[in-house]
């Protein structure tokens, strides 16, 4: 029973490491982050963090990976309950409700796929990440064509791509002005290209 115990803790331990190193990635950016700035986040010494995560860039596959999960949970749900143009709107609103909610996120995102296309190993562990992340998106839209007897107008997973490189570009242009890009114009060009 303590072996128990010990992997209890060190789950909590590395829930709580993940918890601190979000909000910390977050305020201040991959290249502003620290291992040491997470560790006090969290009230462990740098000692814990490094025995649950090799390198900054393992905390923040870690992270990515959870974030994957949720949002393609929340995706999922949507496209098991609407079809046609409500789920293509449920799915548009979903994401722009947690990039409100959780702002930093993208722009995050956005810095780490800048760090990442230079370097070798971190883009083909991003690149497997994407993918599944594209996947998730491709599965929810053909869910929601279902219900409509219709056939998409390109492969699904060009719709995925566009949607998900669609909500990177706003987040990009809402840092400049964040009026820009209003979600119902937004939707109403890609029900249209859609053809939904």
Not at 41 to 67: C, H, I, N, P, T
Not at 69 to 77: D, M, S, W, Y
Request: proline share 5%; glycine share 8%; with cysteine.
């Amino acid at each position: 029973m303590p072996r128990l115990r010990r992997v209890e803790q060190v789950q909590r331990n590395r829930a709580a490491v993940l918890d601190a190193a979000r909000q910390v990635f977050v305020a201040r950016g991959y290249g502003g982050a620290s291992l040491e700035a997470i560790a006090d986040e969290a009230g462990f010494s740098r000692g814990v963090v490094y025995s649950q995560f090799g390198s900054k860039a393992d905390m923040f596959f870690a992270l990515l990976d959870r974030r994957i999960e949720e949002r393609g949970q929340v995706n999922a749900l949507i496209a098991q309950e609407f079809g046609g143009a409500e789920g293509v709107r449920r799915l548009i609103e979903a994401g722009q409700d947690d990039d409100a909610a959780e702002p930093g996120w993208a722009h995050l995102l956005i810095e780490f796929r800048v760090l990442a296309m230079r370097d070798p190993v971190l883009r083909r562990r991003y690149a497997e990440a994407h993918a599944r992340t594209i996947d998730g998106i491709s599965e929810a839209i053909e869910r929601i064509y279902e219900p409509t007897g219709r056939q998409p107008p390109v492969p699904v997973r060009s719709i995925a791509e566009y949607v998900h490189a669609g909500g990177i570009a706003v987040a990009l242009e809402r840092a400049a002005n964040p009026t820009a890009c209003p979600t119902e114009d937004m939707l109403q060009l890609l029900l249209g290209a859609m053809a939904l």
